[in-house]
């Protein structure tokens, strides 16, 4: 139970920072668009919420 909520928390956490963050990266570009760099980057960050969140699911799974 621990583990799938892990995976479905850290989940719900990057998809929501991405909506945010990818709206304002759109905005952003079609005002300037030399800032893809920039918003590609920050884009980027949230994807390590959820490889954080698989390996805290494994290590969960193999302490049981």
């Given at each position: 139970?621990?583990?799938?909520?892990?995976?479905?928390?850290?989940?719900?956490?990057t998809?929501?920072?991405?909506?945010?963050?990818?709206?304002?990266?759109?905005?952003?570009?079609?005002?300037?668009?030399?800032?893809?760099?920039?918003?590609?980057?920050?884009?980027?960050?949230?994807?390590?919420?959820?490889?954080?969140?698989?390996?805290?699911?494994?290590?969960?799974?193999?302490?049981?």
């Amino acid at each position: 139970m621990a583990v799938a909520l892990t995976v479905l928390g850290t989940g719900f956490a990057t998809a929501w920072a991405e909506k945010v963050i990818g709206a304002a990266a759109v905005g952003a570009i079609a005002e300037k668009p030399e800032l893809f760099a920039r918003v590609l980057t920050m884009l980027v960050i949230p994807e390590t919420i959820i490889v954080f969140g698989v390996v805290m699911a494994f290590l969960l799974f193999t302490s049981i």
